[in-house]
């Protein structure tokens, strides 16, 4: 990885980061089950970014360049996420899913904050906040499974998805 990948990712991650802070301070101010609403998305994106990650790098491309050669819709988009797969999982992986997990963390402070206003509830916060690590956790484990053994099936969806937004 050169130099300039590494301090793009680090703008990137810092303005993302930002970003999501100045949502995360807004979101504060909402009723308690949006907000967990709010986490409990936040959470699941980390998790969906996490298994295109690893299913970047784990795809066939002989298949996606089959799909290309019968020009299938989006089967282009595929070959390129798996030829960039070291830049898009770092992406998906470590800025998206990084991100989501800080930010996710930050909500759920903010709303046992919200939930116990006063009261030493030490005990039922960690306990919490141990689920939600546990969630999180769990989810990309699991998702790392789905993501090896579908990773053609993953990576050519999320071609579709981009392939409408491309012109």
Known sequence: ??????????FLTFFLALFFSIITNFLGNLNNI??????????????????????VLSCNKKVLHSKASQKMKGAKIAIKLAN???????????VVGDVCGIISGSLIAILLMNLFKGNDLTIINV???????????GGKA???????KNADNIIYDVAIILSIFSK
Do not use: E, P, Y
């Open 1 to 10: 990885m050169n130099n300039n990948w590494t301090i793009k990712v680090f």
């Open 34 to 55: 949006i907000l967990f609403l709010c986490i409990i998305i936040i959470v699941f994106t980390g998790i969906i970014f996490d298994i295109i990650g690893v299913s």
């Open 84 to 94: 960039n797969g070291s830049t898009v999982s770092s992406i998906c992986n470590d």
């Open 127 to 137: 306990v919490i906040t141990c689920i939600l690590s546990a969630i999180t956790v």
């Open 142 to 148: 699991i998702g790392k499974t789905i993501a090896v």
